[in-house]
Structures are given as C-alpha cells and as structure tokens.
C-alpha cells in the first residue's frame, strides 16, 4: 500500500500516516490475521520429583474420562479413570496421589470448571500449594499434559482389540511407560522418580543381580582355599573348653552354610566355622593313639629310664630334694603327651598302666618338708611425686 501511494504522490512522512491510518481502521483490524508466533517459552526444569505436577482430563475414550497428573521432573505418569469429572471427584484423585508420594509445591493446570472452583481453590490453600493456570484457549501453554493427553489416547485406541477392562489396559499401558527411557531426560521414569527400574516380564530374560553378585564373591574369595568338606568326612575340630586339648577328632554331619558345618565329636553336635576345622585321614583315630603309646613304651622301660633319669638330676643337684609326688609328675617328661581332654576316660585297662606308669616305685627315705620356692618377689615400683 505505501509502495502504491508513493508511486503517485509524495508528502513529507507519508510512510507514517498510512501506517496510522490502517492501524485505525476498525473493519481491518477486525479481520486481520494472527500475528507471527512467539519464540516459545519452556517451563523451567525442576530440581526434584514431584516439585512441579501438571494435569488435565482426557477423553471421553471408550465411555471414560481420564485425569492424568504428570511429573515435570521424571515425566512419571498417574492416570485415574473417571466417570464423572467433578471437582469432588477430582479432589478425591488428588488426595489418593499426594497420599503416596506428597504434596507438589506448583500445580499447573488449564482453567477447567473443576479447577477455578471455589472448593478447589481452598483445597489448594489449605494445602499450600501454588496454582497456576494456562492462558485460556492455548493449550501448549500447558504442553507438558497436553502432550500425555495425545499419547494416551493413542495407546488406548491401540488396545482396542486386546482383551481385558479398560483398568487391565490402563494398567499395562502405564507399566510400559514408566519403564521405557524418555527422550528427554533419557531415563525411564521410574529411575528417576523411584530410584530404580522396575521389574518386568523381559527382565527374566537377564540374569538375577543377586546370583551375579554371589558368583562373582565366591570366584574371588572362596575358589582360593580349600575349605569344602563333605558329609561323612573325618576332621579336627577346635575345642576351647578342654584344658589340655585344643582339637578333637569327629566327623561332618551336616553342612549349614557355606563356612559352617555341624560336626559330631565324640557323640556331641557342635557346629563350627572352617577356620576352626582341619582335615584329616580317614584311619586317624583318637582312642588308638594312647594304645599305641603303651604299646612302643612297656612299662619296664619307662620305670628305668625315670630312675636313671632321677640319678641323674640328683647327681647334679644333690642338694635339693624333691617330694614323691614332685618326682612322679616329673617322670612323666619321657612319655610323649596324648592330647586327651581331661573329662575323656580312658579304658581300665589305659588306666592302669598309667598309673604305674606315672607312678614308678621310689626307695623309702624319710619325710622331707617342702623346699620354699626360688621366686623372688620385688616391690611394685611406684612413682613417687
């Protein structure tokens, strides 16, 4: 038009005045197209799940109305089916979602009835929570559950032939969601809202975090020692309760676990760690050991060699005298020790030949008093300040 006019006429700001005279033309003005779209503006990105929530109604698909509540952080998903679309019907939704997971700082909506409510808005006050709404008739203003609005629908409608309720399809529809990765948090929802991924039926197809993790402890800790014994198999066990024995001899009866085993000692269940038991032959017997003993010493040796043996200290050392009872005990160094416990008896006939074996004849001689002992005490050392 200013093209036009100037190619007839000319006058000093002639651009301005059509320019004034056509932005106060009323019939222009009300027939004038939109103006150019603006830059768009996208909502801030949340620091945490479920700070900012937005919502709105679906449908009618198949009968129903949907509410769907969105996450701005996780882009996690609540979708409630909904016969009627009341502000009481709406409240109780809200209530049963911030239940579970709180109560949201924003809440974003369009300016449906149910929203702009006088019921609602006091149930948004009382719960401290701000609320914003969309510019009416623009719904990318409130894009983020606009766009779940679309995806809804289209997976529902998809299911139309499958069998089941329409909770059944909700149901597997959401399940899939929250755990397929987002394209633009690339996370699946459920990591980022809960933390961790959730089990599904293709997750049978990966082997079980618990069996990997057990496998790959026992190939580096258990595979180096030879610490395995099987039901039936001779071994020592420690004993803390004998006063002269520190292992007994018994026979695995039952494995508990993978370092304990019960084990049967002497007709008494004990159960062990494997650092506390020690393999053995299987011909190690604990009572053969003390006949064998009597059966390499006879008891005509060991009387000679503890006489000899007491010459000898009293050749050296003739001044000291040692009772009867000193002198047995002491004769008792040529015999090798049986490691047997104290509360274990041997037969009668061991018994016997111990004693006179412990016990070897001495000449009579008169009694003699007990030497005092060569310990000398000293005085504690104090500090003296």
């Not at 100037?6 to 056509?22: G, L, P, Q, T």
């Not at 009323?26 to 603006?38: F, L, N, Q, S």
């Amino acid at each position: 038009m200013k093209a036009l006019a100037r190619s007839f006429v000319y006058w000093k700001d002639i651009d301005k005045d059509i320019e004034d005279a056509v932005r106060n033309c009323v019939d222009c003005a009300r027939h004038k197209t939109d103006p150019v779209k603006a830059q768009v503006h996208y909502w801030e990105y949340p620091s945490m799940p479920w700070e900012r929530i937005h919502i709105d109604f679906a449908g009618p698909i198949f009968e129903h109305m949907f509410l769907i509540i969105v996450d701005a952080h996780s882009k996690w998903l609540e979708v409630y089916p909904m016969k009627v679309t009341t502000t009481k019907k709406t409240i109780e939704c809200l209530r049963d979602s911030f239940a579970r997971f709180g109560l949201p700082r924003v809440f974003v909506s369009d300016n449906g009835s149910q929203f702009t409510s006088y019921e609602f808005q006091r149930f948004m006050q009382s719960n401290g929570i701000k609320h914003k709404t969309s510019t009416p008739f623009k719904p990318s203003s409130n894009g983020q559950a606009e766009r779940y609005v679309a995806t809804l629908k289209q997976s529902l409608r998809a299911m139309q032939k499958y069998e089941g309720s329409i909770q059944q399809k909700l149901s597997t529809f959401l399940l899939q969601y929250r755990k397929a990765p987002n394209a633009t948090t690339n996370q699946s929802p459920a990591m980022l809202f809960l933390k961790r991924e959730i089990c599904t039926r293709i997750d049978l197809l990966l082997p079980e975090l618990k069996s990997r993790v057990q496998d790959r402890i026992r190939k580096g800790v258990f595979e180096l020692r030879d610490r395995k014994f099987d039901i039936g198999d001779k071994a020592a066990v420690r004993i803390y309760r004998a006063a002269n024995s520190k292992w007994k001899f018994g026979k695995i009866v039952h494995r508990d676990g993978v370092l304990h085993y019960t084990v049967e000692v002497q007709g008494t269940l004990v159960r062990r760690h494997v650092d506390q038991i020690r393999p053995m032959g299987d011909h190690v017997q604990e009572k053969d050991f003390i006949s064998n003993v009597h059966r390499r010493f006879s008891a005509t040796d060991v009387r000679e060699s503890n006489q000899n043996l007491q010459h000898a200290e009293t050749a050296e050392n003739p001044s000291s005298q040692v009772p009867n009872e000193e002198q047995g005990s002491s004769s008792t160094s040529a015999v090798p020790s049986t490691d047997v416990p104290a509360h274990d008896s041997p037969p009668s006939d061991v018994q016997l030949d111990s004693s006179q074996m412990r016990s070897p004849p001495v000449p009579a001689s008169p009694r003699q008093v007990p030497r005092r002992s060569g310990r000398i005490r000293r005085p504690p050392k104090r500090l003296d300040l």
